[in-house]
């Protein structure tokens, strides 16, 4: 999913906003458009001496009356400098009207904008991706996953060998003063590479379904399976930023979904569901309700048991053991 086809389906769910909050970009839009019909009819300048346009101010000038209100905003500013630019990444649903009740559709499509505004980093296959969790009933648990699945990872106290020209070597279980250990004389058994990043995953919410039932064994008609997959994929590995947000624009296409608006993760943290029901109970993916990051998944049984893991930090890290590294993420409330 591109930032325009993004803020075409923003738009579509946006109220307009008043014309009074337009008018600097429309201001600033005019003032593009007259400086291009300038270079037009100017005399043409020496070719080593002209200056190449930016390809968002190109799509600025030519957007039509046809794109919604935000969309406009958004672009307006993008178009007014580096300043603004740096502004959007910082704050980019600052840069959107505000929306009292939105949507399901509307927060799986400002969640995707707003991975879209953040950097991208692309890991290499000797790293790994490093998340700490909580598990309910408050439980911490911190996770060292193989990019590339090559390496041993580790979830917890629990080592995970990884798979090596197909083949994985582990130590047989011993049972000793009624423990098990993993001291037993070494075997290998064939094996395919567990990755805790996707290269192949699209960019593109059309192509994710196929992508998931191919890679992930989701059944196509079952919602429960789709997203709790999606809520997976984010709670434990490592996804681009165009991934996440075609995650979740696939997510807005699929029927089904519904709004709950002032709950909590497992962590205790406010935000706003994206929910479904599902054998009598109702399970959903939270975000925080004012920068719609993700924040956890969370499920309901049918007499009211509740459970669900709460994502506190995401990082790229160089061995099994350290906690930072240069694609760090901290949830926004995570004071740890």
Not at 50 to 72: G, K, Y
Not at 134 to 142: A, D, E, L
Not at 182 to 188: A, E, H, L, V
Not at 254 to 283: C, F, M
Request: proline share 7%; net charge positive; with cysteine.
């Amino acid at each position: 999913m591109t930032e325009l086809e993004l803020l075409r389906e923003l738009g579509d769910g946006t109220p307009l906003a008043e014309l009074a909050d337009l008018a600097d970009a429309r201001t600033r839009l005019m003032r593009e458009i007259s400086a291009e019909r300038a270079a037009v009819t100017a005399p043409r300048a020496r070719p080593s001496a002209r200056i190449r346009r930016p390809r968002r101010s190109r799509l600025v000038a030519a957007a039509t009356v046809s794109l919604a209100a935000a969309a406009a905003v958004v672009f307006g500013m993008l178009q007014s400098g580096a300043s603004h630019v740096r502004s959007m990444a910082s704050d980019p649903v600052g840069q959107l009207p505000v929306l009292a009740r939105p949507t399901a559709v509307q927060v799986l499509h400002r969640a995707a904008f707003v991975a879209l505004a953040s950097a991208t980093i692309t890991p290499r296959g000797d790293q790994f991706v490093y998340t700490r969790t909580t598990q309910s009933p408050g439980h911490t648990i911190q996770s060292w996953l193989s990019v590339d699945g090559t390496r041993a990872s580790r979830v917890g106290p629990h080592s995970m060998p990884g798979c090596v020209n197909g083949r994985m070597s582990m130590r047989l279980l011993r049972e000793d003063g009624g423990k098990l250990r993993y001291d037993g004389p070494i075997f290998t058994r064939r094996c395919t590479p567990q990755r805790a990043y996707f290269p192949d995953m699209p960019t593109r919410a059309a192509g994710m379904l196929p992508y998931l039932e191919r890679t992930q064994g989701v059944r196509p008609d079952d919602l429960n399976d789709i997203a709790k997959t999606v809520g997976e994929l984010l709670d434990s590995d490592y996804l681009l930023p165009a991934q996440q947000a075609a995650l979740y624009g696939f997510l807005a296409q699929t029927p089904g979904i519904t709004v709950r608006r002032d709950v909590t993760d497992v962590a205790g943290r406010p935000g706003v569901g994206v929910a479904w029901s599902s054998g009598g109970g109702q399970a959903m993916l939270i975000f925080d309700s004012r920068t719609y990051t993700y924040l956890g998944m969370s499920t309901r049984g049918v007499g009211g048991q509740r459970s669900g893991t709460a994502l506190l930090t995401t990082a790229i890290v160089a061995a099994v053991g350290q906690v930072s590294g240069p694609s760090a993420t901290p949830a926004p409330t995570d004071g740890a």
